[in-house]
């Protein structure tokens, strides 16, 4: 064959190589490939292992805190944060620690420090309940976003010692606020309306006064906040954030008093729903963390009926 025909020949297997197989071989099609297979990908979220408790809390002295060896695992791309919650006997009070992995393991064995200032907030308080605390929740995420929360029976299954004491020989408390009255000042507002001083546009603030009492065992810490939320008269559902609910807050401004009134307040959504709100609930908290929780008996079971407290009105009325 002349170098020309040869020539020719090498072309044609380089554009059709299924054509032409190696001197001597049968020819035969080319066989596809298998699909390249993605990196696998982590859809699991971390296992805790073990919580080791070490040492225990004098209430009236200052940073005190427990130290707790957290002990967690992940199969692929590790571990990257954990929260875990201790409560009181009597579940009145919490503290809680928040740990970041900066660089996430599929093995994590953290000792970290538990209620002491900036690494729990709030920290343990002169307020805190006496006897034996115990492991309330853990929650856990990985790298890829996957979580895993673990409640108090669970963790009871989970290895370790989760328990530490509170010795507290200067009185505490865990009786929560109580609410005594209260008024809304904004019974009426209007949506276009904005503020005085604000540009057009600016949705208008809601604002009412809370009077609490506190008490104690010893001690009282004094009321610290509330919040108070509305929900549009004849919603099936209420969540806060919703455009068919609103949240007042407030904070007070001195601790330890038996009793106190606190402004609490918010702005409305540029889109809420208009028509009449009413009391949906009211959360009340204590400085030494003591909570209650009060539901209006207006929108089906509840357990408090807020018109007495209000006497001048429960609702507040949102127009265009």
């Not at 009070?93 to 729990?120: M, N, W, Y």
């Not at 989760?162 to 949506?191: C, E, K, M, W």
Request: charged content about 10%; proline content about 7%; overall charge neutral.
């Amino acid at each position: 064959m002349s170098s020309q025909g040869l020539m020719v020949l090498r072309r044609a297997a380089r554009a059709l190589p299924w054509i032409f197989t190696a001197a001597g071989a049968a020819p035969a099609l080319a066989q596809d490939s298998a699909p390249a297979q993605p990196d696998e990908l982590d859809f699991q979220p971390p296992i805790l292992q073990k919580v080791d408790v070490t040492g225990s809390v004098n209430a009236q002295a200052t940073n005190q805190y427990i130290t707790a060896t957290i002990t967690l695992t992940d199969n692929l791309s590790g571990v990257a944060s954990f929260v875990v919650d201790f409560r009181s006997p009597s579940g009145m009070h919490h503290v809680t620690r928040q740990k970041s992995i900066p660089l996430p393991r599929t093995k994590v064995q953290s000792e970290i420090s538990i209620g002491a200032s900036p690494f729990s907030e709030p920290p343990f308080l002169r307020f805190a309940e006496p006897g034996t605390w115990t492991i309330y929740s853990l929650t856990a995420s990985d790298a890829a976003g996957n979580s895993v929360s673990y409640n108090e029976s669970q963790l009871n299954a989970i290895g370790g010692y989760h328990r530490f004491q509170v010795s507290n020989s200067g009185g505490y408390d865990i009786v929560p606020p109580a609410l005594a009255s209260g008024t809304i000042q904004t019974p009426i507002v209007r949506l276009s309306k904005e503020p005085k001083g604000m540009p057009p546009g600016t949705p208008p603030f809601v604002n009412a006064r809370i009077s609490m009492t506190d008490s104690g065992n010893g001690a009282i810490s004094g009321s610290y906040s509330g919040r108070l939320m509305f929900c549009l008269a004849g919603s099936g559902s209420c969540i806060a954030g919703n455009t068919n609910t609103f949240t007042m807050s407030g904070i007070s401004n001195r601790a330890g008093l038996t009793a106190s009134t606190l402004t609490v307040g918010t702005s409305l959504a540029t889109n809420q729903v208009l028509g009449n709100y009413l009391i949906y609930s009211l959360e009340m908290v204590d400085a030494a963390g003591s909570h209650r929780k009060l539901i209006s008996t207006d929108f089906g079971g509840g357990n408090t009926d807020f018109h007495p407290y209000f006497p001048q009105g429960v609702a507040v009325f949102v127009n265009q």
